[in-house]
Antibody, heavy 119, light 112 residues
């Protein structure tokens, strides 16, 4: 079965760029008709969808984050990535990657990685 | 303020039935977009519980069921068990402001 694993720095300074990678294992990222998403969750708070990418490279972003977000895919490595620019303390959260199909439900999820924005 | 509104908390005794509501608007649930539900146990990633309004993935007990009508959706849990204590989230699509996947604010289920 497919598994997802997030990786990247756990600490980012304010105003800098947050970069995370999600590695897909158990199947090719290009297998089937799937979208690949990033979702985040500040401590003690709810879930926020950041955006998604299809393996063709087409993307959709949360309008509230669109100006700062870029999601890309590297099909040769079965990976997709998140870049979030000009971060502030409000971007401190656990970041999850997840897969969705044409009905856009998220399954499975990665285990999540905590990113703290602090100087 | 979440686009989808859930009660912050619900509770029930073991064996009882509880329901969690998810209220939207004409730009999401009312527009016909489907709803999905997730369970998040403490310290873990969310897990898909119900997809496309009322479907259970393999491995999810039939104690969990979902429904949707108009601008609202509900998750029902029967035969409540201690291990059901978790946060529950609904998710749908909202067509306003260029469109976005949206989540409810989450509901904390306490099993008394």
């Amino acid at each position: 079965q497919v598994q997802l694993q997030e990786s990247g720095p756990g600490l980012v300074k304010p105003s800098q760029t947050l970069s995370l990678t999600c590695t897909v294992s158990g199947d090719s990222i290009t297998s089937g008709y799937y979208y690949w998403s990033w979702i985040r969750q500040p401590a003690g708070k709810g879930l926020e969808w950041i955006g998604r990418i299809y393996t063709s490279g087409s993307t959709n972003y949360n309008p509230s984050l669109k100006s700062r977000v870029t999601i890309s895919v590297d099909t040769s490595k079965d990976q997709f990535s998140l870049r979030l620019t000009s971060v502030t303390a409000a971007d401190t959260a656990v970041y999850y990657c997840a897969r969705s199909d044409r009905d856009y439900y998220f399954d499975p999820w990665g285990q999540g990685t905590l990113v703290t924005v602090s100087s | 303020q979440s686009v989808l509104t859930q009660p912050p908390s619900v509770s029930g005794a073991p064996g009882q039935r509880v329901t969690i509501s998810c209220t939207g608007s004409s730009s999401n649930l009312g527009a016909g977009y489907v709803v999905h539900w997730y369970q998040q146990l403490p310290g873990t990633a969310p897990r898909l519980l119900i997809y496309t309004n009322s479907n259970r993935p393999s491995g999810i007990p039939d104690r969990f069921s979902g429904s949707k009508s108009g601008t609202s959706a509900s998750l029902a849990i029967t035969g409540l068990q201690v291990e059901d204590e978790a946060d529950y989230y609904c998710q749908s699509f909202d067509s306003s402001l260029s469109g976005s996947e949206v989540f409810g604010g989450g509901t904390k289920l306490t099993v008394l």
